[in-house]
């Protein structure tokens, strides 16, 4: 990225752009991780799914489902269909049969990490013929 292209990132960011808050986020994540973490936050509270998903990613990283569950639904709002896997995968531990029907749905859609969650809950269980079954939808 050249200086011009740095600048007229940082202006949207100034203007409160979700998207280039998000984009600048990564670009400074290398070098500034706590600069990076404000604008990340700032980011998903403007309603960046991207960002959303990033940031429950970094929530459950640190053991924190709550939060982590909150910024995936936004993200699954979103659009992002990572994060309704997500969801789902999280909600599995209070409504089996709910999740499982989610995530189900989500694979048949052609959601490739529903088929790997689905695939890495049958492999927990011993269900040896689900788990191949789901595995392979993935590839």
Not at 59 to 72: F, I, K, P
Request: hydrophobic share 40%; proline share 2%; aromatic share 8%.
């Amino acid at each position: 990225m050249n200086e011009t292209e740095l600048s007229e990132l940082k202006a949207r960011v100034a203007a409160n752009d979700p998207e280039s808050m998000f984009a600048y986020a990564e670009l400074i994540r290398p070098t500034d991780k706590k600069e990076a973490d404000k604008y990340l936050l700032l980011s998903a509270q403007l309603g960046d799914p991207k960002a959303c998903e990033k940031l429950g990613d970094i929530y459950m990283e640190a053991g924190d489902t709550d939060n982590a569950l909150h910024y995936y639904r936004i993200g699954a709002k979103g659009g992002i269909m990572d994060c309704s896997v997500k969801v789902a995968v999280i909600n599995l531990s209070a409504n089996e049969h709910a999740a499982l029907r989610e995530l189900e749905e989500l694979a048949e859609s052609g959601v490739k990490s529903a088929c790997s969650a689905l695939a890495a809950y049958y492999k927990a269980l011993g269900n040896r013929k689900q788990y191949n079954f789901w595995r392979s939808l993935v590839k």
